[in-house]
């Protein structure tokens, strides 16, 4: 009896083997897969690095979703806290170890070989004839993932070796190389897809960052506008927001990141990290109002000013520079848009005290409101933030344009690399 796709799919779900399937402790497979434990598909590697104050090193991490090894920076020996790495070797195997990356985990590409990673991975080396950018497709699989998040205590991280060697008993079934070949050439033609698609995305965001710098600035004009500019400081525009959450009127604790503008902080770290009984201290950010993050970062060298644009009135620690408009003479998009460009930085890196804190900036409220902002008229602002409103709307199609081809992905996955679709050899 042959059957379709759709009768294994729920016969597995209802927890039934199909025929042509086997039942193993971690899944239904087909009975031709070769299973063996995870420990006979890798092998744990260690190669400690005694870092070196004046030598740089390349540090590299596991990004989450699909997997894949970056670099996450270039640093002096004596910039980097911690001091347990680990050599990287182009093929070797990384997963996190941090419960929070939720089994976070990729190959090291030849451009990275060489580099180190921090005890917060483990490195693994293929066994032989394991193919290990088939083995890491494998490990994307959300069973995989989620048992390794269960086997990990993630606070202690020299406690979790001993979890890693329990995850390396567990089983993996793989597909003959036949198979395996087939699966791996359908996932790389749907990743040639994305990367294409990203690549005209990143082409979008460079057009946007340009326009951003012609037109807040007065280097481009649009048709039909010649008036002078005029400079105002923002302390002209806006006025600081000292109100703070006495009584616990508010609960909802908001957080300021580059990447993801203004969002609840549970949102951006998965879970809340504000103490309860320090809330009443923190400052209330209505809808509207204009946060400043001075923690600098490789996308804010300068820390992100963002726009509370949740709709919800929330509240921010102290540690922030809260304010809102006060003036008629500017608009929330345009003032919004010169924050996202980097037309400010120039200023704030002439006035900032860097002091021992190097990964944030020390500016004092009368320089920080003190910034000289450039101001065309009202109705100029409103056509400039048009243009780079429409640009935004390009954008965020792309960016859901290629989420649908990710997901497309990982049905892709779901379907070829536990067998239920099957492809000819």
């Keep these: 009896m042959i059957l379709r796709t759709r009768d294994i799919i729920e016969q597995i779900r209802r927890g039934n083997v199909p025929e042509g399937y086997q039942k193993t402790k971690d899944g239904i497979f087909p009975t031709d897969w070769h299973t063996q434990k995870m420990k006979q598909w890798v092998a744990l590697a260690e190669r400690p690095v005694t870092l070196e104050d004046d ?28 001091k347990n790495y680990f050599r990287a070797r182009q093929g070797d195997f990384l997963i996190s170890k941090r419960q929070i990356a939720h089994g976070a985990c990729g190959v090291v590409p030849e451009s990275l070989d060489g580099a180190v990673v921090s005890n917060e991975y483990n490195v693994f080396v293929p066994n032989q004839g394991t193919n290990i950018e088939m083995f890491n497709l494998m490990m994307q699989l959300p069973h995989y993932t989620r048992l390794f998040y269960l086997m990990s205590d993630g606070v202690h991280i020299e406690k979790l070796l001993f979890k890693t060697q329990d995850w390396m008993r567990r089983q993996l079934a793989m597909p003959p190389i036949e198979e395996q070949q087939k699966i791996a050439a359908i996932l790389t033609t749907q990743d040639k897809v ?60 908001l957080s300021n990141s580059a ?36 923690r600098i970062s490789a996308t804010a060298p300068c820390g ?7 709709g919800e009135t929330g509240i921010m620690s102290p540690l922030y520079t809260v304010f809102a408009i006060s003036s008629p003479q500017i608009s929330q998009d345009f003032l919004k848009y010169y924050f996202q460009s980097s037309c400010w930085y120039k200023y704030v890196k002439e006035v900032a005290n860097y002091g021992a804190r190097h990964d944030r900036i020390s500016i004092s409220d009368g320089d920080f409101f003190d910034m000289p902002i450039p101001l065309p008229t009202k109705e100029e602002q409103s056509y400039i933030a048009e243009v780079l409103s429409a640009a935004d709307r390009e954008i965020d199609l792309l960016q859901q344009d290629i989420e649908q081809e990710k997901q497309k992905k990982k049905a892709l996955m779901q379907l070829l690399l536990t067998g239920i679709v099957r492809v000819k050899t």
């Design 55 to 82: 030598k740089r090193y390349r540090l590299v991490t596991v990004r989450r979703g699909f997997g894949g090894v970056d670099l996450r920076g270039e640093y002096l020996g004596k910039d980097i806290l911690v």
């Design 304 to 310: 992100p000013i963002n726009v509370n644009e949740t």
């Design 194 to 253: 994305i990367e294409l698609k990203e690549k005209h995305l990143a082409e979008k965001q460079r057009q946007k960052k340009y326009l951003m710098q012609q037109l807040l600035t007065g280097k481009k004009r649009l048709p039909g506008f010649s008036e002078e500019w005029k400079i105002k400081p923002l302390n002209k525009l806006t006025e600081k927001q000292k109100k703070k959450n006495n009584g616990f009127q508010y609960h909802l604790v």
């Design 259 to 294: 990447q993801h503008g203004i969002v609840s902080q549970d949102q951006e770290f998965d879970k809340e990290i504000a103490n309860e009984e320090r809330i009443d201290g923190y400052y209330i950010v209505v809808p509207g109002a204009f946060v400043y993050n001075p």
